[in-house]
Nanobody, 125 residues
Framework: QVQLVESGGGLVQAGGSLRLSCAASTRTFSTYRMGWFRQAPGKEREFVAGINWSGGSTNYADSVKGRFTISRDNAKNTVYLQMNSLKTEDTAVYYC??????????????????WGQGTQVTVSS
């Protein structure tokens, strides 16, 4: 069982930045593909960004390309989501997720095995 704990959410004005972190409780973190998802009130959960086991491959939703950056530090068992130029429509609960085994970045939530509890990001106008 892998536990994922997100942090770094909060309230920020439009145009501002936040960095989310997700710490994983596993010694084999480098064998997991990681992803960030978000869910706004009344909407379905959506893919935001994903990264492969080494950090050498990433993928982003069109809505965040050029503004968000996913990265990972396998020595710290942590994945990050740097969010710049935030918009009010980025307001949501953000979740990190882990998928067993090395492979390509997974874009669908059904491909992930473990999920964090989420962290709220609120962008004010």
């Amino acid at each position: 069982q892998v536990q994922l704990v997100e942090s770094g959410g909060g309230l920020v004005q439009a145009g501002g930045s936040l960095r989310l972190s997700c710490a994983a409780s596993t010694r084999t973190f480098s064998t997991y593909r990681m992803g960030w998802f978000r869910q706004a009130p009344g909407k379905e959960r959506e893919f935001v960004a994903g990264i492969n086991w080494s950090g050498g491959s990433t993928n982003y939703a069109d809505s965040v390309k050029g503004r968000f950056t996913i990265s990972r530090d396998n020595a710290k068992n942590t994945v990050y989501l740097q969010m710049n130029s935030l918009k009010t429509e980025d307001t949501a609960v953000y979740y990190c997720a882990a998928a067993r085994d090395r492979g390509s970045v997974i874009l669908s939530g059904v491909g992930y095995n473990y999920w964090g509890q989420g962290t709220q990001v609120t962008v004010s106008s």
